[in-house]
């Protein structure tokens, strides 16, 4: 396993993989090549990926809104589930934000996604049933 700093040339490689996961993304949105093409240039730390001979099989994308981190978009193709690749992204996730001072680590994780709470719980994460998303956007493409 072999984890990478993610760049604009992989893009194609990055939406086949969130397919394949059943990830769900914005691609008219933030995920748009032109929205991940500045989001990198701003934050070229905040895409990893993991490769297996030379195939693209993990990738997660961190933000920080400088209070928090946040692990975003994280997908492990399913065909190479369950050897810690999602655990490792997440840990790599964690070290980057450190870096900058961050020491609280988030995510929106959908009730019904078993897998990706028991993934967070195993990594150390609390799981807060007594908090709802609230959220308000100026499109739903976005
Ligand atoms: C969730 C996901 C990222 C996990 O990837 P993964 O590489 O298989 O996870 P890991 O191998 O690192 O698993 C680490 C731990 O997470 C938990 N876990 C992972 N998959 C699980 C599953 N299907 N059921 C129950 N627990 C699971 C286990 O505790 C596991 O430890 P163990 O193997 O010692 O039992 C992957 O299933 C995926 O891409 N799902 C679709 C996209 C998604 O939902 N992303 C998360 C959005 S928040």
């Not at 980057?96 to 994460?125: A, M, Q, T």
Request: with cysteine.
């Amino acid at each position: 396993m072999e984890i990478k700093q993610l760049t604009i040339n992989d893009y194609e490689e990055i939406v086949k993989l969130w397919s394949r996961a059943g990830l769900p993304f914005k691609p008219k949105g933030r995920d748009s090549k032109e929205a991940i093409q500045k989001q990198m240039r701003e934050n070229p730390e905040f895409f990893l990926g993991v490769f297996e001979n030379g195939k693209l099989v993990g990738t997660v994308i961190i933000s920080s809104d400088t209070r928090k981190g946040w692990i975003n978009r994280l997908a492990v193709d399913p065909e190479y589930r369950g050897r810690g690749i999602a655990a490792t992204l997440i840990r790599e996730s964690e070290k980057i934000l450190r870096k900058r001072g961050i020491h609280i680590f988030c995510v929106l994780i959908e009730d019904y996604n078993k897998p990706s709470k028991e993934l967070f719980k195993k990594c150390g994460y609390t799981e807060h049933t007594d908090i709802i998303y609230f959220s308000k956007r100026d499109s739903i493409d976005i």
